[in-house]
């Protein structure tokens, strides 16, 4: 009989001479999807979210998470077996500080942690011991195989620059630092900066693999060449080599004497750690194509709006259609995220979700990530909130948007009409702000928080993150958050704009459009200043809108919102639907 997961992980440590492991969330790439391969936590726990991690001794174990997903947690690990705490009021490392015995040696993988990660728990006085096979993946009898979908070309048409022209660029960047070479760990760099897109993670266009970059603008792919077609190794051109993830580790040891850029919060330890041995010096610095990536060329710009348009169809049909239904009450969470799914695949360049929609009727609303199962699936019954995240991926943009609604008929309460249209007034504050050029994310998130905080309320989760191009719905290095890094939002960047508030228990309201970073143009400007341009286009639910609550330019900015989504989207919408979208976008009056 195979013994329990938590059973088995701590025989083994205790085969390997450990006291303790870490278990991150992550994959050898640090990202938040990651291959079924890589699901360890999930394994180890029954935690499915996409942030957190587990701490395990002999004798206590803990499994982290952030606000988004404290709910989650609670419903799906064994309150017996694991303490479950949140990451940032129980930092991981002060817990195995508190509960690990006196020079207990803790395990962790290399591959699987920043520097950056990995020197919080050194700085808590812990003896941190890396391992050379994760102790999971030697009692993890059933582990799938790893993916091996092909990569295949980003045309030109989409991604607006050659992979030449931008290599050339992180060439220069690299030699005005005085680098030889720069590590890239994260595939969605490496599908930027070659142009390929593939299908080795869900919901993200991901060809799983790791790269050297060299000052002259030569390139090391490290990738199964088994994933690289012809048509796909022809794309990448001479300059870039492939060679297979064993290739790797010798690659590395090729470069002593050399200055590599490794970006220690980004990359795992494992690359500086190498690095190192082999005689290079490891310069700490971000993954160079961050920021260009981030800041969309004036084609990847053009995409996206095309991709939101057409992606705008297909969500105010499903709006439409859940005007009709939520009042009956003979929809599921999982049927309406069916349908939406449905009318999403109809639409040009469509290939797939950019993530599990979160379906949330009632006090699943309240769950941040909830995410509905055949177990949790429940009605969208009459006279309650439902709340609908979703986002598609398109060859030409990536989307992400939530609408929160009233189901009807009845009136909806006051005091839920008076909470979601502070979350509204955060909204709007958010879309419509100027500020300097130079200002990141951290200084601007407590605009949208400004009206919920004047009725002491508040959301535990981040205002905005950056969205791809055609690539990971959450995109560095940019975000909109108190906890932000101290990184410059910059013109071309796409932002969302999410504020919400949750009700444990009853409901849960988000409201979220994306932007585009635009300069902006201001007579009396002495220093450039930037806007955001709303890129998303579907009606808010004006049901669950109270206008006294608006002031003049906030009710003013609603309706030109509603106008411009009744031009844009109502002629590519006929009868039923688009007479819904005429009552939708109504002005206030």
């Known amino acids: 009989m195979t013994p329990p997961p938590l059973t088995a992980l701590r025989t083994e440590l205790a085969n390997q001479g450990l006291d303790g492991f870490i278990v991150p969330r992550a994959d050898e790439h640090l990202g938040e999807y990651v291959p079924a391969a890589a699901e360890r936590l999930a394994w180890l726990t029954g935690f499915t979210g996409s942030a957190g ?7 206590h174990a803990a499994v982290f998470t952030d606000g988004r997903y404290v709910l989650q947690l609670a419903a799906q690990t064994d309150g017996a077996l694991w303490e479950r705490l949140h990451i940032t009021e129980t930092p991981p490392p ?28 050194t700085e808590a006085g812990l003896t941190m011991q890396p391992v050379t096979r994760n102790p999971i993946d030697a009692v993890w009898t059933d582990r799938p195989l790893p993916p091996a979908e092909p990569a295949e070309p980003q045309p030109l048409g989409y991604a ?3 992979a030449d022209n931008k290599r050339a660029d992180i060439a220069k960047l690299l030699r005005d630092a005085k680098q030889d070479a720069a590590v890239l760990s994260d595939p969605a760099s490496i599908a930027w900066l070659l ?26 792919l490290f990738m199964d060449p088994a994933k690289l077609p012809p048509t796909t190794r022809a794309w990448l051109g001479n300059s870039v080599s492939v060679a297979g993830r064993d290739a790797l580790a010798p690659a590395l040891g090729r470069l002593a004497g050399k200055r590599v850029r490794v970006d220690p919060a980004g990359s795992p330890v494992w690359f500086a750690q190498r690095l190192r041995d082999a005689g290079a010096t490891v310069v700490a610095g971000p993954d160079p194509c961050l920021l260009p990536k981030a800041c969309k060329n004036p084609v990847e710009q053009q995409g996206t709006r095309n991709a939101h348009a057409r992606d705008a169809v297909a969500m105010c049909r499903f709006l439409h259609w859940l005007a009709e239904t939520g009042p009956g009450g003979r929809e599921t969470e999982i049927s309406a995220a069916a349908k939406l799914l449905a009318l999403r695949a109809q639409v040009p360049l ?31 019954r009459p006279d309650e909130l439902y709340l609908i995240d979703s986002g598609a991926q398109y060859t030409d943009g990536t989307t992400d948007i939530t609408r929160t609604v009233w189901t009807g008929p009845g009136t909806p309460p006051d005091a839920v009409r008076a909470r979601v249209t502070r979350v509204l007034k955060g909204h709007i504050a958010l879309a419509t702000l100027v500020f300097p050029q130079g200002i990141g994310g951290a200084h601007v998130d407590a605009f949208a928080r400004r009206a919920l905080w004047q009725v002491g309320l508040d959301y535990d989760h981040g205002t905005g993150h950056g969205v791809g191009s055609y690539l990971s719905v959450h995109e560095g290095p940019v975000s909109i958050s108190r906890l932000a890094r101290p990184v410059a939002i910059a013109a071309g960047m796409i932002l969302s704009n999410e504020p919400g508030y949750y009700l444990p228990g009853q409901y849960g309201i988000r409201l979220e459009n994306l932007l585009m970073v635009q300069p902006a143009d201001l007579p009396d400007a002495t220093k450039p200043f930037l806007r955001f341009e709303t890129i998303t286009l579907a009606p808010f639910d004006r049901w669950v809108i109270d206008p006294t609550l608006l002031d003049p330019p906030e009710r003013a900015w609603l309706d030109a919102y509603h106008a411009r989504v009744l031009a844009e989207v109502g002629p590519q919408l006929g009868g039923a639907a688009a007479a819904w979208l005429r009552a939708a976008c109504a002005p206030l009056g």
């Open 160 to 162: 607006g620059r050659s």
């Open 350 to 380: 469509f290939r797939g979700e950019s993530f599990p929609a979160i379906s949330g009727a009632g006090e699943h609303g309240a769950i941040i990530h909830y995410r509905v199962s055949p177990e949790t699936d429940r009605p969208i």
């Open 53 to 59: 991690m587990a701490a395990v001794l002999a004798e």
């Open 195 to 220: 142009n390929i897109r593939g299908g080795d993670v869900p919901f993200t266009p991901f060809a799983l693999g790791f790269a050297l970059v060299h000052a002259d603008g030569g390139t090391d």
């Open 94 to 121: 002060g817990w195995l500080a508190q509960h690990a015995p006196p020079a207990a040696r803790i395990g962790y993988d290399p591959l699987l942690i920043s520097e950056e990660a990995l020197g919080r728990y």
